[in-house]
């Protein structure tokens, strides 16, 4: 399917959907069909003691949600990847989670870190100067939990697939996988890597590596960013195969590429590495149509995630925020679930 046929497809999205839970933030939401044939999301939650952002930095762990449908609402059923320690390099917080179902085995892409500093108290500030939150963000790595079962258990790798790599793009940190796991079990991967500036870190950007097989090893392709932030600022990309080669949808960071901030921009790719905008660049607005009839305009709308069954795209996923926009302006969140009509204009 091209890429192009996302933005005029989206229907109303069910109020009652998704997937939120008392008492939490909730991110970052990736939907797969069990082998029970119920639909299973796995999501980041962090109490709402801490701060939204960045809470998610010292105290996310992974859980598990289930519907009989794609649309939910989704009923939380357990956490899946706990904090385990600070000796282990996801052993304070798990994130970013991004599940594939291949062959029978389950593969949860997703980012960890860890600290060695006490945990943050109920009201207490841990904002971005904590050491807390600069330990954590500096330890961000991509990492892959692998079970037989979407139930589990999971089998956490001792270390991550993408450690950062001194005087490189991704010097700094990695995180926000966004695999493409082939046919043959070769994975594309995207991801998103900072750059150690001095003692400190510069821009956002995106890179990618490739693995024969998923269980790795991952090698980064490219020495310099495949998107260059100065063209083609985008966060939270998601990526899939095409009969061309490969699709994305995206966090246009920037507004400049699909027209709206914060909004979804679409690209498309022959071999991964090089990618241009669609024709028809924005993948989805912030304003959204409500199944009661009601349109809203989120103050967050990131983390985007497609269903596909039986090869297409049904239904796009995203973590979405309450407010005038910016995390610490957000009084709720959850993840909202948009269906997708099978050809534009129905």
Not at 115 to 130: N, Q, S, T, Y
Not at 314 to 323: C, I, K, P, Q, S
Request: with cysteine.
């Amino acid at each position: 399917m091209h890429a192009s046929s996302i933005a005029g497809r989206m229907l109303p999205a069910p109020r009652s959907g998704g997937f939120k839970m008392e008492g939490y933030w909730v991110w970052c939401g990736s939907v797969v069909k069990g082998e029970d044939d119920r639909f299973h999301m796995f999501a980041s939650r962090w109490p709402m003691t801490v701060p939204m952002h960045p809470g998610w930095l010292l105290a996310s762990e992974i859980v598990r949600a289930v519907s009989d449908t794609p649309e939910g609402p989704y009923v939380f059923q357990e956490i899946v990847l706990p904090a385990r320690g600070a000796e282990y390099w996801d052993g304070r917080s798990t994130h970013n989670p991004h599940i594939v179902k291949h062959n029978g085995v389950y593969l949860l892409y997703y980012m960890g870190t860890t600290h060695p500093l006490p945990e943050p108290v109920a009201g207490m500030e841990c904002g971005l100067g904590d050491p807390r939150t600069i330990v954590a963000r500096s330890n961000k790595r991509v990492g892959l939990a692998v079970s037989d079962s979407v139930f589990g258990p999971w089998r956490r790798s001792d270390a991550p697939l993408l450690p950062t790599r001194p005087g490189r793009f991704d010097s700094y940190l990695t995180s926000n996988p966004a695999p493409c796991v082939r046919e043959d079990g070769s994975v594309l991967l995207i991801y998103k890597a900072r750059r150690h500036e001095g003692n400190d870190f510069g821009q956002m950007t995106i890179g990618v590596a490739e693995a024969e097989h998923w269980s790795g090893p991952y090698k980064v392709m490219s020495e310099e960013p495949v998107f260059p932030p100065a063209e083609f600022h985008i966060e939270d990309p998601f990526i899939w195969q095409t009969q061309e080669g490969y699709s994305l949808i995206a966090k246009d960071m920037d507004g400049t590429l699909g027209g709206e901030k914060h909004g979804g921009i679409q690209a498309s790719s022959k071999d991964g590495m090089q990618w241009a905008l669609s024709e028809q660049p924005q993948a989805y607005s912030r304003t959204v149509r409500w199944d009661d009839g009601t349109v809203q305009t989120m103050g967050s709308m990131e983390r985007p995630f497609l269903l596909f069954q039986n090869g297409k795209p049904t239904h796009l996923f995203a973590a979405a925020a309450d407010g005038p926009g910016g995390f610490q302006k957000a009084s709720q969140t959850w993840n909202m679930v948009i269906p997708l009509a099978e050809s534009e204009g129905e």
